[in-house]
């Protein structure tokens, strides 16, 4: 949808809107963006609506999303690094990478990254969050083709 620039008189792709928000909320949504380094409150909004967008697109279970989990767990626990990469052997085709890092003296994460189907991406993540001596676990998907 096209919008005419009235001072300059060239068709933009940008439109421009005017929307009511109660004073308090945008108080809030200020002091929120502010730590942020937006240029403008106009590219937090675009933000907030593709965020939107993206979460309606990714929720549909075929669509193809790439996703990042992120894993933090003790690798003392018994045998838990053999069960993770045995889990993530079986998933070989959605798995793309996975970064190790070793935090301290007990605890490793893991960040892995997963291309697919939404629901086979969900699943695999909740399969490895799942798994006994995984501390915390949070998968992030996106979508994975261009717009
Ligand atoms: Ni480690």
């Known amino acids: 949808m096209g919008g005419q620039d009235l001072q300059s008189g060239v068709v933009s792709d940008l439109a421009r809107i005017g929307i009511t928000v109660p004073n308090d909320l945008l108080g809030e949504f200020d002091e929120l ?3 942020k380094d937006y240029p403008s409150r106009s590219e937090a909004f675009r933000d907030l609506i593709r965020d939107a967008l993206i979460e309606r697109a990714v929720s549909a279970g075929n669509e193809e999303v790439v996703g990042t989990l992120t894993l933090v767990y003790d690798h003392h626990a018994r ?11 079986d998933h070989h085709t959605q798995i793309i990478t996975t970064v190790h890092v070793h935090l301290d003296h007990h605890n490793c994460l893991e960040v892995i990254i997963l291309r ?7 699943k695999i993540a909740d399969r490895l969050i799942a798994v006994k001596g995984v501390r915390h676990g949070k998968l992030t998907v996106t979508k994975a083709e261009a717009h």
């Open 79 to 89: 045998q838990l690094n053999d069960r993770l990469t045995g889990m993530q052997h």
């Open 33 to 35: 963006i502010s730590g």
């Open 116 to 122: 697919g189907k939404r629901a086979d991406v969900q």
